[in-house]
């Protein structure tokens, strides 16, 4: 099942080279049809390579994730529907945290938890959210509580990325991580360049690491299932 759906990866590819020129060749107002094609090609090439297992709880969070990455995508292209898109680039998240649990060989115990030593393995990831915060809070004005919101879930979606590692394949693991990172990444330069100062060719850099972002958690989450055949 897992060689399914190759086609889909094609799609993708198109997709994620077009809206790239684009953004290019200042021409947006076309991205309309470009953009949401990113996470409708890869929820596509998902479904279709995981049938074995539908209906489960995993299939369905990662569905998801890719359905509200699909609808925030085009609520983002529109800075009036800015508060609505991050809403569900929210849910989004939140679905992606329920399959980085869900792609783990290990049973949660709060007891046996080392909180110290958890807290210095995510300490790079809490001072770079920080000092995101840092830089663009005095802009935020009454988007400030959502923000703060949405970063506090970017954060715990990334250090459980990171939380994966040696409870999945090695592949699996590193494909989520960097994954999840890039799209640390992505919402950080989209922040920046939007409430604190412009990046030059933020847009390209912002699109380019989401784009690898959500192809790399996708594939990590295959990665996980084809390696617990």
Not at 72 to 95: E, H, K, N, S, T
Not at 136 to 158: A, D, F, S, T
Request: a positive charge.
């Amino acid at each position: 099942m897992y060689k399914k759906g190759i086609v889909w990866l094609y799609f993708f590819l198109f997709a994620a080279l077009a809206d790239m020129a684009l953004i290019v060749n200042l021409e947006s107002q076309y991205r309309i049809y470009s953009k949401p094609l990113l996470a409708a090609t890869l929820l596509g090439y998902f479904l279709q390579s995981t049938w074995l297992i539908r209906g489960s709880l995993l299939r369905k969070s990662v569905s998801a994730a890719l359905f509200f990455s699909l609808i925030g995508d085009v609520l983002l292209l529109y800075p009036a529907l800015f508060l609505y898109g991050l809403g569900a680039f929210f849910m989004a998240l939140i679905c992606y945290i329920l399959a980085f649990k869900l792609t783990q060989n290990h049973t949660f115990n709060p007891l046996r938890v080392n909180f110290i030593k958890m807290f210095l393995y995510n300490l790079p990831v809490y001072i770079l959210a920080a000092f995101v915060y840092f830089l663009i809070h005095r802009q935020l004005q009454e988007l400030k509580i959502p923000v703060v919101i949405y970063l506090l879930v970017l954060v715990m979606m990334l250090t459980l990325a990171r939380e994966r590692y040696g409870r999945t394949h090695v592949a699996s693991f590193w494909q989520v991580f960097l994954g999840a990172l890039l799209f640390f990444i992505s919402n950080s330069l989209l922040a920046l360049d939007q409430f604190f100062h412009p990046i030059p060719d933020g847009p390209i850099l912002t699109m380019g690491a989401y784009i690898l972002a959500q192809l790399l958690i996708v594939m990590g989450i295959r990665s996980h299932l084809v390696h617990q055949r």
